[in-house]
């Protein structure tokens, strides 16, 4: 069974910085694009970003492209999200989930249970 | 960017009811549209991809249908367990999410 833990959220002050990781278990972690979900409170889902299996290919969602950068460690099953210059917008639940092709534009199954940002002064 | 628009935004029905909800994207996808539903407090749980395509485990009640821009998701007969929150997605041309239908009970 797969399963994904994400971890790194909190409370940041706006122009702040942080850092999420979501480890992947049960599953050949390098043959998976793994993509990162957010929801704001109350609202729907926004994908943010993605990256192929690989390493190779990385893409943004225009409203964070600049500010986040996603990377992983395939030898420690680990996707990363560094948010920078955090705006009161970007807060959310952070979802990390598993692509189902290496690369390319994905569904997503499963999810993790995600974690909370929220951007406050 | 490719907009999803569902619709109704909300609906109440009673267990044992069919429902199809709809999913209109604002230029084709071809077949590439996914649903998912959540749960107040859970995460998203992929129900249909490939517009028909039922997700492992996921029972037959549920069913998807369209291609181009529009799709819809059919429950055939509610259980308690249904009444969520359901999303549709598109994965043709980057990534996108409709905002979302609410099923209630009534």
């Known amino acids: 069974e797969v399963q994904l833990l994400e971890s790194g959220g909190g409370l940041v002050q706006p122009g702040g910085s942080l850092r999420l990781s979501c480890a992947a278990s049960g599953l050949t972690f390098s043959s998976y694009a793994m993509s990162w979900v957010r929801q704001a409170p109350g609202k729907g889902l926004e994908w943010v970003s993605e990256?192929?299996?690989?390493?190779?290919?990385?893409y943004y969602a225009d409203s964070v492209k600049g500010r986040f950068t996603i990377s992983r460690d395939n030898s420690k099953n680990t996707v990363y999200l560094q948010m920078n210059s955090l705006r009161v917008e970007d807060t959310a639940v952070y979802y990390c989930?598993?692509?189902?092709?290496?690369?390319?534009?994905?569904?997503?199954?499963?999810w993790g249970q995600g974690t909370l940002v929220t951007v406050s002064s | 960017e490719i907009v999803l628009t569902q619709s109704p935004a909300t609906l109440s029905l009673s267990p044992g009811e069919r429902v199809t909800l709809s999913c209109r994207a604002s230029q084709s996808v071809n077949t590439y549209l996914v649903w998912y539903q959540q749960k107040p407090g859970q995460a998203p749980r992929l129900l249909i991809y490939d517009a028909s395509k039922r997700a492992t485990g996921i029972p037959a009640r549920f069913s998807g249908s369209g291609s181009g821009t529009d799709f819809t998701l059919t429950i055939s007969s509610l259980e308690p367990e249904d009444f969520a929150v359901y999303y549709c997605?598109?994965?043709?041309?980057?990534?996108?999410f409709g905002q979302g239908t609410r099923l209630e009970i009534k």
């Open positions: 997605q598109q994965r043709s041309n980057w990534i996108t």
């Open positions: 990256m192929s299996g690989s390493g190779g290919g990385t």
């Open positions: 989930t598993k692509g189902r092709y290496s690369s390319g534009w994905n569904w997503f199954d499963p």
